[in-house]
């Protein structure tokens, strides 16, 4: 812990500043990417929510969580019922999904913190899919099962009615005091509710909370043999870890108010681990990054199928554009999952720290160049005052 960095809280404020006028100028910096259109960005905000989240346990403790779907899902389910049974307002459904998901991870860290390591994970991995399979059967009435939960025109939505506000022919929209959320103000929306979340998530990381968090996962032991209770700790990191991802969910259901039991799958549990992994675990933007080139390849390069890529290579002759597109095609398209798989092996293999120690190592290098240029000129001149000393 001797390696601890102290940061002034005014560099944090710079560094938040920084970081808002980045995320409010998106829609102006992706287009050249292709990426600026209004799904694609909350996709960006949303899981950013997510992987934060979840970096607070696995990337300040070093416990590894497989079920934090579990806590997505309910996020959802809870967010479609206040829109259902209150108001389409989102206000209501984050709070109530952020706290349902809050109390979940109390009930599921109650019983998997007694573990560590792999057990741990396994346990976590359990609940989660013991939850998947709860939604899609005995929680039919709740979840309405495979169809998945959705609005309806006939949803009493007391609050709603209460204040006179009464939907028209087609489906309402969620939305935030009139301001829907969808479009680019949905993305506004999500973009402010990331940001508070990254200040939050800032702040824990510079607290002493935080400071006992990295602690445990530099040598939990040791802490035991001093007398120190980890596991209020370890509870309390779980929690807020769960309560990100319920408001992930949360505004997973405002962009699209349809909740599904594959929202709870094990596979929306490893992806937050590739985003935490492949951005850098334990930093503090290596999550967004990680959720934002995740999200990209999802989006982007799923979107290459066979007319695509062959117009791209018609300038090849068609004898040699139609190999050319197949072998392309495997990497793209439906499988854009093994170019996501080879890179995430080529972090893994060359930078372990993720893409936040790429770019640690850049400036380092940057940095010893620019340093090393008028050492040597000092050096130089250091030589011709001993060699003008020695003809004296």
Known sequence: MSNTKIVSPKKDMI?????????????????????????????????????????????????????????????????????????????????????????????????????????FSILTLAFAQMSYNLAYSVLTPITNGETGLQLAQSDPRILDHMSGIVADGSLPTPNLFGIEGIGYSGFYICAALMLISFFIYLRIFRSPFGLKLRAIKSNQNRMGYTGFSTRPYLMTAFVISGMYAGLAGSLLAVTDPLAGAERMQWTASGEVVLITILGGVGTLIGPLLGAGIIKYFENIFSAFNDDVLLNAFSFLPDWLAH??????????????????????????????GGIMEGITRLTRLVTKRDKAEPKSEAHETKEKEQTSAGEV
């Open 15 to 119: 560094f938040m500043a920084i970081l808002t006028v980045v995320v409010l100028t998106m829609p102006i910096w992706l287009q050249p990417f292709g990426a600026a259109y209004p799904d694609l960005m909350q996709k960006f905000m949303i899981f950013g929510i997510f992987a934060i989240g979840y970096n607070i346990l696995f990337g300040l403790t070093g416990y590894l969580s497989f079920g934090h779907a579990a806590f997505l899902g309910v996020g959802s389910y809870t967010a479609v019922w206040s829109f259902k049974l209150l108001s389409m307002n989102v206000i209501p459904a984050m709070i109530f999904g952020t706290v349902l998901s809050g109390l979940f991870a109390l009930a599921i860290g109650f019983v998997s913190l007694r573990r560590s390591g792999i057990y």
């Open 323 to 352: 190999p050319v597109a197949s072998v392309v095609g495997l990497f793209v398209g439906e499988g854009w999952h093994l170019t996501l798989g080879l890179v995430f092996m080529l972090i893994v293999i060359f930078l372990p």
